[in-house]
Structure formats: C-alpha cells, structure tokens
C-alpha cells in the first residue's frame, strides 16, 4: 500500500451534507487505481471527526447511525518532528495505540456552512496540511453571496439587482423590507445569503409568496437576499481549473430544470440517478449558446476566479436573459458538486485525472507558501522579560499601596 496518505474531508453540520457524501464517493471511487492510500474523514451532522474503512463503502450511509458506531473518532495533530497527522483518539483494543496517519495532501468535499466556507480551511492552515481547492479568503467570499457581488459589482461585474436583510430586521420592521421588494418588482427569487445547491431558494410572483418563502428560508439562514427576477431565464454554468498565475476555462453548460429556477431535485434527484451528485443533473454540454456569448463567460469567469484569488478548481454560475443576451454573475462554488468533473470530460479530463491535477496543484501551493520564512529570529521576549513584566508588576504593587 502506498504511503502516501490522501485524507478526503466530507460531510458537516450542513444542510448539504448528503450532497458531499455523494461527491465523497466519487472522489473516493476515480482515485482507488492511484498512488494514495485513502484515509476518509467525516464529519458528522452533530460535528464529530470520524475516520474507518466503514467510512468508504456507500451503501454504509444507508444508516448513519450504525455507520458512527462502526467508525472511529479522530483529529489532526503533529508527530514528533512536527509533521501533519490523523490522529485516531480511540484503543481499538487494551494493548494497542492508537493509530496515525501522516497527511501527503487533503481534498475538501464539503458543501455549505463551515466546509466550504474557509474554516475549514483555515484548520488545515493551522496544521500545514495541503489542500486541494481555494483558501480561507476565496472560500469565505464565494459563500458568501451578499459580498461575492458587492466585489463583483466593484469591479464592474455585471450583477442583478437585490438587497439582503438579517432575521432581526424583518421581524423588527417587515414592511419596510417588503416595500424594497416591491421597487423592484415581482417576480422576484429569494435565497439563503450562505447556503448552495438551492436550498430554500424560491420565486415570489406577489408579496404573500415572498413572506411564506421568507419564513420557510430562515430556517436554514439568518441571512436573507432577494433579487429581480430574470426572465426569460436560462443559466450557463463554466468550470475554471489551477491558480491565479495559470488557469483554463471548461465548456460551458446549461442546467434543465422542471422551471426557469433549478431546485434541489433537479440538481441531485433528476432521472439520471441518484447517487451521482451534480453529475446526475439534466444538462446541455456544451450549452447551445452563440459563440460570442460563450467567450464572454469563459473571460468572465477568469476574472472572477482571479479577482477571488480562487485556487484548484470552482463553477461559475451565470443568470442570462434568452432573449437580450444580457449577462450577470450569480455565484462562485468554490468546491462544485462533483467537482464539475463532467465539465472537463469534454476536454478529455475524466475525474481521476481532474483530482490528481488538484492534488498536484495543493502540494505545489503548499510548497511554495512553507518555503518562505514563516518566523523572526528576535530577542523580544527577552527583553519584556526583564523590563515589561517587572515593570508591570511594579506598577501594578505601587497601585495597590496607593
């Protein structure tokens, strides 16, 4: 077996969480002929670290009760010359120790909440692990949908018009945030400001709808956006893979869905299979759009992905009136379900060789940021030593005498 140990991070306290099963084991299934020995890491709903060889089998998740009993808690750390491991935390038996894995490189599958939005990454950070896809800053701005176009609308980006407001806010003062949508005219489609794979999203033709949907969405967000309506709508999804300094740009597609906005079962329970991911979505590869507007989303798409400072690979999505061609950045998925793979199967990538590129590309990152010198020799503790805390503690014993 080989020993270089590929740690696969999935699931989370995420209404997405079955999403990243599903890209988990897909991940999991086009590297089992690579180089890697795969070490899987789940995080349960209720957010405990669980690692086992339970833990790679599908048909598992069937039960995720009997799964957490078959799995066994776990944890990053540091060996004894401050490398990278798994740590697992529980004896399988009175003799033995527990076991430890050293950590080559790391792919994040999650989806939503503190998966994908640059905690974890900023866990992975703090153990010098290499991992696949963006970092804490393009994770933590592309969740967020508010500041991801208020960047975008900075740098001339085109978006569709909106506004968000907090729970607080609407149940303080509804009407005002009522009025707002009302200038803008309905229809009008409401979204969680920080949930994906169109979870809670809705279309309101009238302000009743808008109010039911409002309430239906708080339950996944407390942050809400409500945007105009584009219609007549199609959306035009683009892939982009590698850095800032070196990227290229997939085909672009159009998602078929039941209406003009996709849902949930659309992306992820369509006729194709379920156990596929986004990869069992209806689609249009490549999209039957002109060319012109075609190199217009691949351009722009380039320049979100390097305006984000995005790194790995991401799914641009765009909003696009049929009949004026008018465009309008929608969102950056900073880790797309299914890795966007059936994207780059049209440019001759399948997925195995999609995450060996991302797995080649996080050690090269991480090469790169731990050879630069990450401390300063100095003599500054010594000296507070002697002087500041003394001096501290001369202040503080003069006070109290005072």
Not at 148 to 177: L, M, N, T, Y
Not at 217 to 234: G, H, Q, T, W
Not at 285 to 291: C, H, K, R, T, V
Request: with cysteine; net charge negative.
């Amino acid at each position: 077996m080989s020993s270089r140990n590929l740690v696969v991070a999935f699931g989370g306290v995420s209404p997405e969480h079955e999403v990243s099963v599903l890209t988990a084991m897909q991940v999991i299934a086009s590297l089992e002929e690579a180089s890697y020995n795969i070490i899987p890491l789940y995080v349960s709903k209720s957010g405990r670290w669980l690692t086992g060889e339970p833990l790679l089998e599908m048909e598992n998740y069937q039960d995720l009760d009997e799964l957490k009993k078959q799995a066994t808690p776990c944890t990053f750390s540091h060996d004894e010359l401050g490398k990278p491991i798994l740590l697992e935390t529980e004896k399988k038996g009175f003799f033995s120790s527990p076991k430890r894995y050293s950590i080559y490189a790391l792919i994040p599958a999650f989806h939503g909440s503190e998966g994908e939005n640059g905690a974890f990454q900023g866990v992975c950070e703090m153990y010098s692990i290499p991992y696949a896809g963006s970092g804490v800053l393009a994770s933590s701005m592309g969740m967020d949908k508010i500041k991801a176009k208020d960047i975008c609308r900075a740098h001339d980006i085109p978006v569709v018009q909106g506004f968000d407001f907090f729970e607080s806010e609407w149940v303080k003062d509804q009407q005002s945030i009522l009025q707002l949508a009302d200038q803008l005219g309905y229809p009008v489609i409401l979204k969680p400001v920080n949930l994906g794979s169109s979870i809670g999203v809705s279309r309101a033709e009238h302000e009743d709808e808008l109010i039911k949907a409002v309430e239906t969405a708080f339950r996944y967000d407390e942050n809400l956006m409500v945007e105009k309506a584009v219609s007549p709508l199609i959306e035009i999804n683009c892939s982009v893979l590698g850095t800032v300094h070196d990227l290229q740009t997939s085909v672009c597609e159009r998602p078929l869905g039941q209406d003009e906005t996709l849902s949930f079962e659309d992306k992820y329970q369509s006729q194709n299979g379920s156990q596929k991911g986004m990869a069992s979505a209806d689609r249009e590869i490549p999209a039957d759009i002109s060319d012109e507007l075609t190199h217009k989303i691949q351009s722009l798409s380039e320049q979100v992905f390097k305006l984000f400072r995005a790194s790995g690979i991401a799914r641009l999505d765009f909003l696009i009136n049929s009949d004026t061609e008018e465009l309008y950045f929608n969102e950056i998925n900073t880790i797309p379900g299914s890795f966007s793979f059936y994207l780059w199967e049209e440019s001759g990538m399948n997925m195995r060789e999609l995450m060996l590129k991302l797995i080649d590309i996080a050690t090269d990152q991480h090469q790169k940021k731990v050879g630069r010198i990450r401390s300063y020799n100095t003599n500054l503790l010594n000296e507070k030593a002697v002087k500041g805390i003394k001096g501290l503690k001369g202040t503080q014993k003069k006070s109290s005498d005072e």
